[in-house]
T-cell receptor, first 114, second 114 residues
Framework: AQSVTQLDSQVPVFEEAPVELRCNYSSSVSVYLFWYVQYPNQGLQLLLKYLSGSTLVKGINGFEAEFNKSQTSFHLRKPSVHISDTAEYFC????????????FGKGTKLSVIP | DGGITQSPKYLFRKEGQNVTLSCEQNLNHDAMYWYRQDPGQGLRLIYY???????QKGDIAEGYSVSREKKESFPLTVTSAQKNPTAFYLC?????????????FGPGTRLTVL
């Protein structure tokens, strides 16, 4: 069975500093990987997804993530954060063909400090 | 504007009562989902529907029921059999229900059992 581990439950970072939010998954088959963002008291919005091809994926709002198959990781990065990036970020994985279900991590709360 | 609406935003229920959460989408998507979100737990799938008049149980379906009589509507009933229903409930939809399709989320309903 697949699982997703987000190693940090909370990440504080100063405005304009870089940030990395970590995500590791466990699966014995090929996977599809996703990052979603949730602003307070709202639904989730897709930031980016990896389906195949280039392991470096660029998303909205200046975020990017790199798929590393050997380390089973899909870390999310942004070179310079803004106050508006304060939100909760969720990594999700699916085991590909034949699966309809996403397995979500427990989330990482990013707090951007002015 | 296309999107997903959930109502009500806040819902209070007495123990032993059934309550129905509304979810409507005008995106012409085939697939719809219900998730439950608890603090620090990420999202867990309750039910999933890929087409009208068909739905499948997710990981935590016990104490919940759904119907899919129309493509645009996927109401969730929280029954008195659900032992701990206080949570944030999110509805989502995707074009065809394939795992590679982006899921679009509604703003959520916060249910509190008094």
């Amino acid at each position: 069975a697949q699982s997703v581990t987000q190693l940090d439950s909370q990440v504080p970072v100063f405005e304009e500093a870089p940030v990395e939010l970590r995500c590791n998954y466990s699966s014995s088959v090929s996977v599809y990987l996703f990052w979603y963002v949730q602003y307070p008291n709202q639904g989730l919005q897709l930031l980016l997804k990896y389906l195949s091809g280039s392991t470096l994926v660029k998303g909205i709002n200046g975020f990017e993530a790199e798929f590393n198959k050997s380390q089973t990781s899909f870390h999310l990065r942004k070179p310079s954060v803004h106050i508006s990036d304060t939100a909760e970020y969720f990594c999700a994985v699916s085991e590909g063909a034949g699966s309809y279900q996403l397995t979500f991590g427990k989330g990482t709360k990013l707090s951007v400090i002015p | 504007d296309g999107g997903i609406t959930q109502s009500p935003k806040y819902l209070f229920r007495k123990e032993g009562q059934n309550v129905t959460l509304s979810c409507e989408q005008n995106l012409n998507h085939d697939a719809m989902y219900w998730y439950r979100q608890d603090p620090g737990q990420g999202l867990r799938l309750i039910y999933y529907s890929q087409i009208v008049n068909d739905f499948q149980k997710g990981d935590i379906a016990e104490g919940y029921s759904v119907s899919r009589e129309k493509k645009e509507s996927f109401p969730l009933t929280v029954t008195s059999a659900q032992k701990n229903p206080t949570a944030f409930y999110l509805c989502a939809s995707s074009m065809y229900g394939r795992v590679t399709d982006t899921q679009y989320f509604g703003p959520g309903t916060r249910l509190t059992v008094l």
